[in-house]
């Protein structure tokens, strides 16, 4: 660590309790059946570390020293997926969700205040339904310094709640519950938003390149494939689509906050693409500027003979979402028009 | 990072195929009928960092550097734990999966081989099944390093070889996959062990306090429960029970490799206990030791009115099990050691 000086101050030690556990609502719907279900890792590369000295380490609290010999080969930049596959199924491809930045796959599942969230929903209507978390994040895992080449970065508490269209932006956290400043009709569950807070992971900004690697793979091993994407994994999805146009058989974007190579448009002529933004874009110091860098972006798709369709939310009159508006209170409202628009592209049945 | 000299060398960029997709075995079983399914974050605490220095940061390559405040609250020591509660239920309480050391939640999905793993293995006889990732692990997330006071450790691939009983011990890996040393009748899918690799996660040794209050905090979530834990999560399981010994109603101890705290195993007396031990032990380095602590452990329990069975599944005519005996090859008649112990607690009908 470079830095000296700290103070890691104990705030609370009491934890946040979470909404609704087993969700309520959630036990009075229909089972779910599953064909079967499980996890892999995809990618990942061999990389030997050679010349480090040898380290003392106690593994446990008042135990005795053991040497540890950090050189030697390690498996790096693979990536985690798990999947459910329902029975019957009514989607004609596998959806793969990948999740933003600072996030894993725990994105996609139970909102936090205890809903069923986009990957239930979906396999609901008969998705075969594959989560991943993007190499260095959640299940993952993540390389040694040699590998990663920087030190992660960690978000704190107030920083999505200002970035995400959560509060009124820059300055909108309190400690205070009853201070935080949120925009009348705003649809995140903020009493839930320490839930949230729980799923946040650190991230590198070295690893775009393992990522996409990862991303390549997961689409070669299972084939053709519908592919959601959030926020930063708007770039994995486009590049992923760029790479492999024959297996991505239709692109959602949500929010998305990176994007693909320009260059390479033109091999998203055939890969049909949805778009969906939520609200409050326009009271916000950033995202306009990014909604503005994707529009671009589609525009130069649709200059190469491709097809982008666009959601604002509020103009088809849902109101109030946030940047991760698969946690909103109107979250089924939200997949549902995914879903509808799905069955048009002819992939769902 | 302290050290300064090393070299990162790419040995295969290939990626290791695992060894099957969606298990073709596992498609011929019945469906698994699901109540419902999801995920919540237990534990957790508010630090206050303060004092740092603002850094510049480059979020993309080639991207303009933006300035990174570190100082502020984050959310520290938080818990992911994942849940299938299938229908009929058939186990009286929830059955909550603790892993090992330098491993995630997945240890109990999928087998390295392709097969289904130990969560779906008890969630088909029908138990409500919690998987959780330690905190500092997998979806839990880590905590800056003011908080984590030490550098992570990273294991090598031939660690888990030498060290688990999948190789002969000290010097059985090598890279050629023919010079590996394998005893006879080894029940490790050895031809899928990249596929576990892949698995493995960094872990630090300075959180043991911090991964036991999340589980306690599990406890008092879900309430009275089956835990089953693994090497590592000996002592997180043992530990638990000491504290909440109304809450466990049934303590599996797959090859723990941690023990509980010997001034309170009279809180352990009407908790119900079955060790489980694989193969090899008496050839291994380590594994006599490991498991005699344990014995030392058991007979203090006993000695304060307590039970505890213990199973050598050699003893049993069953042979060639590693330490991660969830992933060998006979990993479905293990299960069934346990599932025929949990049938006499009665706590499954």
């Known amino acids: ?14 934890a946040m309790a979470a909404a609704t556990f087993p969700a309520g609502s959630a036990e009075k719907k229909m089972p779910i059946s599953l064909q079967t279900m499980g996890s892999f890792h995809v990618g990942g590369k061999i990389v030997e570390i050679t010349g480090q000295p ?31 596959v329902p029975t019957p199924k009514r989607g004609s491809y596998p959806l793969l969700m990948w999740h933003g930045g600072g996030l ?20 609901r209507k008969g998705w ?25 970065l960690f978000l704190t508490i107030a920083n999505p709640f200002e970035r995400f269209r959560i509060g009124e932006g820059a300055g909108s956290w309190n400690d205070d519950p009853a201070k935080r400043k949120v925009r009348p009709g705003d649809q995140f569950p903020v009493d839930a938003y320490m839930q949230f807070v729980k799923q946040v992971v650190p991230r590198w900004t070295t690893t775009d390149p393992m990522i996409n690697a990862a991303y390549v793979d997961l689409l070669d091993k299972v084939g053709p494939s519908v592919v959601m994407v959030h926020s930063q994994a708007g770039q994995f999805g486009l590049m992923a689509a760029e790479s492999r146009p024959d297996k991505v058989r239709a692109l ?9 190579d320009p260059e390479q448009v033109a091999k998203l002529k055939n890969v049909p693409i949805l778009a969906v933004f939520g609200d409050y874009i326009e009271q916000d110091a950033r995202w306009p500027k990014i909604r503005q860098n994707a529009y671009d972006f589609f525009d130069k798709i649709r200059a ?46």
């Open 252 to 260: 959602i974007l949500l929010e998305p906050a990176g994007l693909g």
């Open 104 to 123: 894993t796959g725990v994105t996609w599942e139970t909102t936090p205040d205890g809903r069923e969230g986009f990957s239930t929903y979906f396999l």
């Open 128 to 152: 075969p339904v594959y989560v991943s978390d993007a190499v260095e994040r959640g299940r993952s895992g993540f390389a040694p310094p040699q590998v990663m080449q920087a030190d992660p």
């Open 1 to 14: 660590m470079r830095v000296k000086s700290f103070a890691a101050v104990l705030v609370s030690g009491l």
């Open 54 to 84: 040898t380290r003392e380490v106690v593994f446990s609290p008042g135990g005795v020293p053991a040497k540890v010999d950090p050189n030697g080969q390690y498996m790096v930049g693979q990536m985690y997926v798990q999947y459910f």
């Open 304 to 349: 190469a003979g491709g097809k982008v369709d666009v959601v604002n939310l509020p103009q088809i009159g849902i109101r109030g979402n946030s940047h991760m508006l698969m946690m909103d209170k109107n979250s089924d409202q939200v997949a549902g028009v995914v879903q509808d628009w799905l069955a048009k592209q002819k992939v769902w049945k």
